[in-house]
């Protein structure tokens, strides 16, 4: 019997038996149950542009090069397209800071929160943002309700 398939059944004890289901399927299949492409829409608060910000410094940049000790809290809608006007699927929630001197790097943590009649619960989101890299890959670490106990690679990619 493999780990994870124990570690399911302790943790079945304790999970309401939907999600044991959906768990323990994914266990048995060894293949992720969801793909999605999603869309995050950031736009830092300038001191103008009070109605549509979606994300603030919380401090701001040092002296140094490449906006290094920036931090950003943001709540940013998450949709199915590329526009922003569409309507949100989720909404993004927690922080990243800038935390190379040499180069821009970001490193994020949030939470992707879903509540509509597709899908509910959250993904729990974190890791470095490699900002000169076409694609970065953050870790999935966990989530809730229709993504309880999700691992895997969030990638993202810049337009």
């Given at each position: ?6 570690s ?13 289901l ?11 149950c969801?793909?999605?492409v999603?869309y995050y829409?950031?736009i830092?608060?300038n ?9 603030a ?10 906006k ?28 990243y ?9 970001a ?25 000169d ?6 870790s ?12 895997g690679?969030?990638t993202?990619?810049?337009?």
């Amino acid at each position: 019997m493999c780990s994870s398939l124990r570690s399911f059944q302790r943790l079945a004890q304790l999970a309401p038996p939907q999600l044991q289901l959906v768990s323990f399927n994914a266990i048995l299949n060894e293949k992720p149950c969801k793909r999605m492409v999603l869309y995050y829409h950031d736009i830092i608060f300038n001191g103008t542009n009070v109605a549509n910000a979606t994300s603030a410094k919380a401090s701001n940049e040092t002296e140094l090069t490449h906006k290094f000790g920036m931090l950003v809290v943001f709540n940013d809608p998450i949709t199915k397209d590329h526009h922003l006007l569409s309507p949100p699927v989720a909404q993004a929630q927690g922080f990243y800071f800038y935390d190379m001197k040499t180069t821009y790097n970001a490193w994020f943590s949030y939470t992707l929160i879903f509540n509509s009649t597709k899908h509910k619960g959250t993904i729990n989101i974190m890791g470095a943002d490699m900002i000169d890299s076409e694609t970065r890959d953050l870790s999935v670490v966990g989530g809730t309700g229709d993504f309880f106990m999700t691992r895997g690679i969030a990638t993202l990619r810049t337009d």
